[in-house]
């Protein structure tokens, strides 16, 4: 195997689950079926390390200072929904109607790992609380132990503003067998279960 | 989502086995925590493209004309292994002790594909066994229809040439891509190859 080949193959394994034979097989198929495409994966690859930064107002990604969707005038400006990763925001945008704004923690609340409220931008947020404009927080961090600790800061920094917290519901998943849900879910769900309405 | 971003993503899926969701985790995995990954990454396939071509004796890839197998004088140029890909080959490589060349189609014979004896250089390869030098063909093809196909074709040319061709031994797993099959399998079935009769 060739130098170049090597260094390409350890290069692949920077991507997220690619292991050895994965790069092996990456770096085969690209040199002999893709080459083109390579050369355009590299292109754009540089291009986009160097360019992309984060948007100032939400911190999501963005090429320019404010992205898209924060200096947009089509947006409500008194919702503002919490996310954990650029891809939550996407999944939520994609799937729901939402016309508000968003605010990108990129991570959650993880005292052991050193991520605390200045790592997540929570002072920024703080800020734009007291601004005034905004009238209600979306709190839609994961339903883990560490999304649940997040939301409960966010919630109570909400308040402190006299801005209302809200938070996504809990339950069932559409369309998922009741057997086959987990304990916790099934409990929960259980337990918060509201009245039917004709 | 920004147009960077999205041409990032579109741009991954030249990658095998790498569809939308992939490749959008793939590249928010790299803006969030391999920027210098990302960085190293374009720079070496932008160069894996352009330089590696491939060895005009075994039609490996190579940066050299010759690659450092063929151009070695410690392996043995009595025997000479035919085998479908590189990825073949370097299977062969680290999994047994073999000590001679290789030949490497890209490739096996499948008419219905338009991919013929040209395609996959048999008359080079022809051209070599009538050279003299060469006394054993081990035919390497995968266990599959168009691998036995072709390793009896190679067969054949062998013997027009007086060179003695022989197949590995049984007991590679039918219809199974030689790449994959474990080290162990694989150093068996090479080191128990029998002769090709008619």
């Known amino acids: 195997m060739t130098a170049l080949l090597e260094q390409l193959i350890e290069a692949l394994r920077v991507l997220p689950g690619v292991g050895r034979k994965s790069a092996q097989r990456m770096a085969y198929h690209v040199l002999e079926r893709g080459r083109d495409g390579g050369r355009q994966l ?4 540089a291009e986009a390390v160097e360019r992309i930064g984060h948007c100032s107002q939400c911190r999501d990604f963005s090429e320019t ?3 898209a969707t924060c200096a947009s005038a089509s947006r409500d400006r008194q ?3 919490v996310v954990e ?3 939550d925001r996407l999944a939520i945008e994609t799937a729901t109607g939402y016309r508000g704004l968003y605010y990108v923690l990129q991570g959650r609340l993880s005292p052991l790992d050193g991520i605390g409220p200045r790592e997540l931008g929570l002072d920024a947020l703080a800020t734009r609380l007291a601004g005034g404009e905004v009238a209600e927080l979306i709190v839609a961090t994961s339903a883990t132990v560490e999304g649940e600790a997040t939301a409960h800061y966010l919630a109570q ?3 402190q503003h006299g801005v209302r917290p809200s938070r996504l519901a809990q339950g069932l998943p559409l369309g998922g067998e009741l057997e086959y849900v987990d304990r916790g879910t099934l409990s929960h769900a259980f337990g918060s279960r509201g009245e039917m309405r004709e």
């Open 85 to 87: 990763s650029p891809a």
């Open 65 to 67: 200072p404010v992205c």
């Open 42 to 45: 590299a292109a754009v690859l």
């Open 79 to 81: 919702q503002l929904c």
């Open 157 to 159: 920094l909400a308040r």
